[in-house]
Every structure is written in C-alpha cells, then in structure tokens.
C-alpha cells in the first residue's frame, strides 16, 4: 500500500510566531482570521480591526458563500472562491494559516481549512490552540490592516471531499458511507433546541452516529493527539479504514471530523455542506430521527 504524504494540517503558535518575526509572511505564507459568532454575542469583524496576529486577514464566511442557497453557508462558486482568496493575496502555491478566536480554541477555521481543501489547494494549516493561546502565550498583536497584494487563485473542486443531498438521501439505502454528525448530544438527539434559528427542530439522519466535535479538542483549546483521536472513533465504532460522511447543522463544525480524521492520515472525509439545515427541510420525514415531542423531527 502507498501511503499518502500529508501536507501538515495544524501549525504551532510558536512556529508561526516564527514566521512572522522573521520576515516569512508575504505571497508564500498568508494567515486568515476565521472567527464567526452567532448574531447578537461577538463582533468577528470588529474584533479582527482591533486586535489580529500580524499581517493577518479577515476571512468573511458571510462573504465567501453561496448567498443565493436557502441553506446556511453553503460553498461559493469556483469563481467566487478564487476571486475572494485572490483579493486576500492567496495564490495556488501560498501556504494558508487559518485561526479563529473562538473560546474553545477553534470553531470555523476547520471549516475554512475544508474549503482551501474541496477547492483543490493542498498547503492549508489550522492554528492549533487558535487566537486564544496566541494570546495567552503573549505572542504580538497588531490593529493595523493588511493589505496584500492581490494575487491569482484558481480553484478546482475536488467533489470527493463534497456530498449532496441527492447523495447522502441515496446513501440510506446502499450504506457506502458511515455517517457521523459533529453537534452536541442533545441537538442529535431532538432534547435541546437548534440555537439561533426558528423553524429548524433539532435531531439527526436517520443511522448517523454522534461523535460532538467539542471532544476533540482539550480544554485548553487545542486539537487532542492522533492516539486520541483514533480512540474517539473507535468508542464510536467508526471505521477510518472505510468511507466516511461528516454532517452538523450548516458544515461548520462537520469539518472537525474531517479534521480529526485526517490528523489520523484519513484525508479523504467528505462533508455534506447542506447538512441538517438543508436536510431537515427537503428529506422524507422517515429520515428524520428526533426524541423530540413530536417523536420525528
């Protein structure tokens, strides 16, 4: 068997404290500032212009989407993804940092990470530990604005790293494909509700298996070990020698499986980007499973 050389998927504070004290940063290197908060609670934006890791950019996920999709965040057109990370100095040979600056030391940069990947660009990194332990460790910070030169991205989709509803609907019957969905326990459930949105009831695809994307990371914010990682998929009897499909609410937090999963060499988890969001409102009421009051969701 050939085993595949993976492009490093998490870089260290320290490494990328490094980079920029020695003049790395440029067309070759570029970091993103992923964070986004639910309406209402932080300011992504705002606190990106008031303090962000030097020569950062912010990556607006509201902008980097499908604005015409009824579902939540789903992914842009080829052109619109090219054209976005272009203007943001990203060429098909940068290596791109991604960090947000989530409490629990990393929520939508995975998902951003996924994105570089499913658009066929390969040298993408997530901070480990995320903006949280970049400050707690003391490293700069800076409110000045980046302005990189803008540079040509030209993105290819890579539809192995992708699922449709047409596809996972299909995969009910031939189960080609484990189905693992990353939210909390009782959003899978039906018990608690779907926060931030009315008219989505909580619960799962029918023979998903719930593994909540909080657990792989510790509390202190960083992504557990590859050892622990293989032990969270087999508790949960997932086999990560066979095909897998990751799902959440709107294929954010989805791509912490895939992350996970790749941090144990399997780089080839697809994510259904419509995910329940998309799925609790087009599939057949039998495919939906909920504990909820109404029994289905």
């Given at each position: 068997m050939v085993h595949q050389v993976l492009y490093r998927a998490l870089v260290s504070t320290k490494w990328l404290a490094e980079s920029i004290r020695s003049g790395k940063l440029g067309p070759s290197l570029r970091v993103l500032d992923a964070s986004w908060y639910s309406p209402g609670t932080r300011q992504a934006r705002k606190e990106y212009q008031e303090r962000h890791v030097p020569?950062?950019?912010f990556f607006d996920i509201e902008e980097c989407r499908d604005t015409a999709s009824p579902y939540e965040m789903?992914?842009?057109?080829?052109?619109?993804f090219g054209d976005?990370?272009?203007?943001?100095?990203?060429?098909?040979?940068?290596?791109?940092?991604?960090?947000?600056?989530?409490?629990?030391?990393?929520?939508?940069?995975?998902?951003?990470w996924w994105m570089f990947r499913v658009f066929g660009h390969r040298t993408v990194s997530v901070l480990n530990g995320g903006f949280r332990n970049w400050l707690k460790e003391g490293h700069p910070v800076t409110s000045e604005p980046s302005r990189p030169e803008p540079a040509v991205f030209k993105?290819?989709?890579?539809?192995?790293?992708?699922?449709?509803?047409?596809?996972?609907?299909?995969?009910?019957?031939?189960?080609?494909?484990?189905?693992v969905d990353s939210r909390a326990q009782g959003r899978y459930l039906g018990t608690e509700p779907e926060p931030d949105i009315v008219g989505l009831d909580s619960g799962?695809?029918?023979?998903?298996?719930?593994?909540?994307?909080m657990?792989?990371?510790?509390?202190?914010?960083?992504?557990?070990?590859?050892?622990?990682?293989?032990?969270?998929?087999?508790?949960?009897?997932v086999d990560l020698s066979q095909p897998l499909i990751a799902t959440c609410r709107k294929g954010v937090t989805a791509c912490h499986v895939a992350l996970a999963a790749y941090l144990c060499g399997k780089p080839d988890v697809a994510v259904y980007d419509g995910s329940w969001s998309e799925w609790f409102r087009r599939a057949p009421p039998e495919t939906r499973v909920s504990q909820g009051k109404s029994g289905k969701a």
């Open positions: 020569g950062a950019s789903m992914l842009p057109s080829e052109a619109h976005y990370v272009g203007k943001l100095g990203i060429s098909n040979d940068t290596h791109v940092v991604v960090y947000d600056g989530d409490d629990l030391g990393s929520f939508y940069a995975p998902r951003v993105a290819t989709l890579d539809r192995s790293l992708l699922k449709t509803y047409e596809q996972v609907l299909e995969n009910l019957q031939s189960k080609r494909f484990q189905l799962h695809i029918r023979g998903s298996v719930n593994m909540p994307f657990n792989f990371l510790t509390k202190d914010g960083f992504e557990k070990s590859p050892e622990e990682l293989r032990a969270i998929f087999q508790d949960k009897k």
